[in-house]
């Protein structure tokens, strides 16, 4: 079995610390307690109220934040904190016990058009996972048993789940007319019968970590760290209200060319050429003056 490994992560309140686990501890549902008596069904919140600085407890998707009293600074404490966290979860302990009503609760879903014509947007009412999912493949949905059901669809090409949406790329050989009241029907239930959307030892877990992507941006030059926090802000917001993601790739100082990977409802978008070249080139060129020259998509 997968060692559960938890890493520490600040937030803009420095009252708050947030310990990041490589697994997922919830499913669709975040909670929140404001003492002991609060978390009746979560013994993983309770023991944690034991420690005399802990003023709030939040779990959701892959992460516990915990809300300090001032009595402590989480310089003193944290490690501390982080290793009773992760020996607790890797000695099979309980993080949230399930109830009936938690598990049957309602779920809506609603379709969305995306400016791919052969993507549409599914978007629920509930979190469906912490971090991105790209499949093209039922073989690369191993990891995922929600996609793996999707691809028993025969129209279904390939599918990105991010937050609390799916969005779904159909083969040519079906039309969305006939097709979306069932895919969205089937989502609906899936959800609400809280089977899970990816296993624990999903790989893209690992990858997508806070420290894992800190790590990778690390590695980084300079002016590759500059265009990646430029998509951060400007570009991810626009593309994932479209159902898509922009990934960077790399960038070649010699040739200033940006290679990005575009994903969901961005990958084979007519729209995509456009813009790329007129929207992210444009705007990589006035922002970094000199150093870029073109914007290349590797995968559209």
Known sequence: MKKIEVSIQETNNPTILKFEANSFLTQYESFEYNNIDDAKNSPLAQQLFYLPFVKKVYISGNFVAIERYDIVTWSDVQNEVREQIENYLNTDGVVVIPTETKKKTAVTVYAESTPNPAVL???????????????????????????????????????????????????????????????????????????????????????????????????????????????????KPAVASDGGNIQFESYDSQTKKVKVILQGACSGCPSSTFTLKNGIENMLKEMLQGKVETVEAING
Request: charged share 30%.
């Open 121 to 235: 947007k599914f978007v629920a009412n509930k979190n469906l996972a912490p971090f991105m999912l790209e499949f093209t493949s039922i073989d690369e949905a191993k990891s995922s048993p929600f996609a793996t059901e999707l691809f028993h669809f025969p129209f279904v090409k390939s599918v990105f789940v991010d937050k609390n949406y799916v969005s779904i790329t159909k083969y040519d050989v079906a039309e969305w007319n006939d097709i979306t009241i069932e895919l969205r029907e089937f989502i609906r239930t899936y959800i609400e019968n809280g089977k899970s959307i990816a296993t624990d030892d999903a790989p893209e877990i690992s990858k997508n970590t806070e420290v894992a992507k800190e790590e990778h941006f690390e590695t980084l030059d300079d002016t590759s760290k500059e265009i990646v926090n430029i998509l951060e802000e400007y570009v």
